[in-house]
C-alpha cells in the first residue's frame, strides 16, 4: 500500500464544499488502487486572515512542506477586499507559491466534446482544443524588484514594478514546458514581447537555445498582443504555450474562457521537488458560497493532475477523469453549466454521482 | 476654406498601396468640404531604414511635428526582423510616439453588422459589440528604466524592465478616458493588476480619485486576466475601456479580434498638443504587398478618425464612414474579408468603389 500524505487547503467561498467533495472522491480512488490517503487540513486565504491576522500563517507552509502534495480549493471575497494588499488572500496565494518554490503552472484548457456549447465561440472553432498553457509562477513582474509606491523629486507618487527574468529561471521552466509538449503534440509555442522588451529578448534567445536539446520540438514564437488575438481568431494552432508569469496570468484565463466552462479547469503548479499546490482556475464564488450550487469538477480534476503531476498515479487520475466524463455523458450538470434537457445537480450530488459513476 | 498640412507615412508591405487609397479619398472628401490638403511625405519602419540606415530619421519627426496630422499605413516585414531591436522598424514606431508625445492611443473595436459572421464568436455574443479602448502609450512597461540585460553577480544574464507610472501620467490618459466614455455611453472599466502590482495600485486609487470629477461616468475596475476572460464571455458588457500601455497593446488586439475582421479597424494617437498619428490597427502584411490585394478600410476609417480627432472635422468624418459601410452594404469585399455571394475587389478598385459612394 502506497501512502500519502495530503494537506488540503479549503479556503475561502466555496472552498470547503468543492474540498469536501474532493476528499471523497479521494477516498474511493484510494480504496479502488490501494493508496492510503492521511489528510491535514490548514488556513490559507480570508479564513487565515479572520483566524490569525495572515493571510498564510507559517504553520500553513509548515504543513504544506511537511506533506506529499497540496490540494488548495479557492481563496478570497468581498469581506477582504479593503485590506492593504500584503494582507489581503491574493497574498496567502503569492506567498505559498514563493514558499514551496512553485516555479511551473500548468493550466490545461481543454474543450469537452459535452460541453462545447458552453463556449461563445463557434463550434467549428473550438471543436477538438486541447491547449496547455505552462505558465513561469515565481518569478518576473511578480516578484521583480525594485517594486512600491516611490514619491519622486516633484514630491508625486510613482508607481514602480520590474519584469526580470535571469537565464536560469527561463531554461527551468523552458524544460519544463518542452518536456510538456513531448508528451502532447510535439509543438511548443513561446509567447513574449521581444519587439519592445529586453527581458523578452533574453527569454526569446534562450528558448531558442534550449530549443536545440529538444530537436523533435517544433518551437515557435508570438508576441503576447498577437498570441492573444490568434487565442481568438484560430485556437487549434495552439497545442504547447510557455510564458511569463504576467502573460501567462493573461493568456491561460483567455484560453480557460475559449472552454465556456471555467468551473470545470484544474491546475498544477510544481517545483523543482517537494509537494506541488492543485487547484481550480475559478474562484472563491462568494455569491453562491453555502448553497450547494457550486461545480466541484474543477476540483476533482485537480485531485487527478494531483495523482498524476504529484504523485505520479496516472491511473487513478485516469480513473478520475473517466468518472468526470461519464457524468457528464450522463447528463448530469451543476447550474454553472446545466443546459436545456440536462439533469441540475448540486454540489454534494455531482460528487456522490462522480463516485458511482 | 480650411488648409491642413498632412505629413503621409506609408511605411511597409502594403502601406503604400493603402495609403494611395487614403490620399485618393481625402482629395475627394477635401472637395466636397471645402478644405485643402497639403500633403508631405516622410520615411519610417523598414522603408526608412533601407534609405538611411535608421527606422526613425530625425528628418521624418521634423516634417510629422510641421504638420497638422500624421497619417501613418504600417511598418515591418520579415526583411529586418533579425536586425537589432533598437534598428528595427518597431523602434521607429515607438520613438514617433515617444517624440510627438502620443500617450492616448483608442482604439475602437466595433462589430459592423455587414461583417458580423466573419467573427469567430457566436453572433448572439458580439452583435451590437462596440468598445473603444483607451491605452496609454508613451509610459510603463514600454518605456521604463531601468531595461536592459545586465551581467548577475553570478555571470549569468538578467533581463529586465520596469513598469512606471506617476500621478500626473494616470491623471492625464484618465481625462481622456472618462472625456471619451462621456461622449459614448457614459461607462468606464479600469484595467490593472491592483492584486498583485504597486504599480497598479496607484492606477486604481488615482483613477477612483478622479471618477469624483466625472460623477456622470460609472467607473468599474477589472483585474487584466478577468478582463480578457470578460471580453471573450460577455464582450456588450463593455463600452469605454482605460488601461496602460501593455495591458491595452493585449486587450485591445483581443478586442479587435472579436470583430473578426481587423482589416476594418482603425486606431488614433494623440498627445497635449501637436498633431496626432492615425494608422490602421492591421499590420504590413508583407506576404500580398504589392499585389493589389489589400483592404484599405482601416486606413481610410483611420482618415476618418484624423478628420474627426486631429482636425475636427467631425462631418468629413462621418462621410467616409457612411461611404465605407454603404460599399459593405452593396456587397464589395476585399479578400480578407470576402464571403459567398459577394464581390472580391483589389485594393484599388475598393478605393474606386468607396469614391462613388
Ligand atoms: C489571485 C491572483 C494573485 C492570481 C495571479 O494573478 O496569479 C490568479 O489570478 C491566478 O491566476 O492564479
Ligand atoms: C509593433 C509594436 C511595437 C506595437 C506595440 O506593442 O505597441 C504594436 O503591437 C501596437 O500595438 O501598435
Known amino acids: 500500500t502506497q501512502n500519502y500524505r495530503i494537506t488540503l487547503l479549503p479556503g475561502d467561498g466555496i ?8 476528499v471523497d472522491v479521494l477516498k474511493v480512488v484510494g480504496k479502488k488502487f490501494d ?6 487540513e490548514a488556513l490559507i486565504g480570508g479564513a487565515a486572515i479572520d483566524a ?4 498564510l500563517p507559517s504553520a500553513t507552509l509548515d504543513t504544506c512542506r511537511n506533506s506529499d502534495a497540496v ?4 481563496i478570497g471575497g468581498y469581506k477582504w477586499d479593503s485590506l492593504p494588499s500584503n494582507l489581503r488572500p491574493e497574498a496567502g496565494l503569492l506567498g505559498l507559491r514563493a514558499g514551496l518554490g512553485l516555479f511551473a503552472n500548468l493550466r490545461p484548457a481543454k474543450i469537452l466534446p459535452q460541453l462545447i456549447d458552453a463556449s461563445t465561440l463557434k463550434r467549428e472553432v473550438v471543436e477538438g482544443v486541447d491547449i496547455m498553457v505552462v505558465r513561469e509562477l515565481t518569478g518576473g513582474i511578480y516578484f521583480g524588484k525594485p517594486k512600491g509606491i516611490f514619491a519622486t523629486e516633484t514630491g508625486e507618487k510613482r508607481g514602480v514594478n520590474t519584469m526580470v527574468y535571469t537565464e536560469s529561471e527561463i531554461d527551468r521552466i523552458g524544460r519544463v514546458a518542452f518536456e510538456a509538449a513531448r508528451k502532447r503534440s510535439g509543438k511548443l509555442c513561446s509567447v513574449d514581447k521581444a519587439n519592445v522588451l529586453e527581458v523578452s529578448q533574453l527569454w526569446r534567445d534562450r528558448i531558442t537555445q534550449l530549443s536545440q536539446e529538444y530537436p523533435d520540438i517544433e518551437l515557435s514564437h508570438l508576441y503576447v498582443d498577437n498570441a492573444a488575438m490568434q487565442l481568438l481568431r484560430a485556437p487549434k494552432q495552439f497545442d504547447t504555450i510557455v510564458t511569463g508569469n504576467l502573460f501567462g496570468d493573461i493568456l491561460s484565463d483567455a484560453a480557460a474562457m475559449l472552454t465556456g466552462s471555467i468551473g470545470m479547469l484544474p491546475s498544477a503548479s510544481l517545483g523543482a521537488q517537494g509537494p506541488g ?9 462568494p455569491d453562491i458560497a453555502g448553497q450547494d450550487k457550486a461545480n466541484p469538477l474543477a476540483q476533482v480534476l485537480s485531485v487527478a493532475m494531483m495523482l498524476r503531476y504529484g504523485l505520479n498515479q496516472p491511473e487513478a487520475a485516469d480513473s478520475i477523469e473517466k468518472a468526470v466524463l461519464q457524468v457528464l455523458e450522463q447528463g448530469d450538470r451543476t447550474g454553472d453549466i446545466i443546459s436545456p434537457g440536462k439533469n441540475l445537480l448540486g454540489c454534494r450530488a455531482m460528487g456522490n454521482a462522480l463516485i458511482l459513476a
Open 277 to 285: 499546490v492543485f487547484e481550480p482556475v475559478h474562484g472563491s464564488a
Open 35 to 40: 493508496i492510503q490517503f492521511e489528510f491535514q
Open 52 to 55: 490569525t491576522g495572515e493571510p
Open 71 to 74: 490540494l488548495l480549493a479557492a
Open 15 to 22: 472552498g470547503p464544499e468543492i474540498m469536501a467533495v474532493a
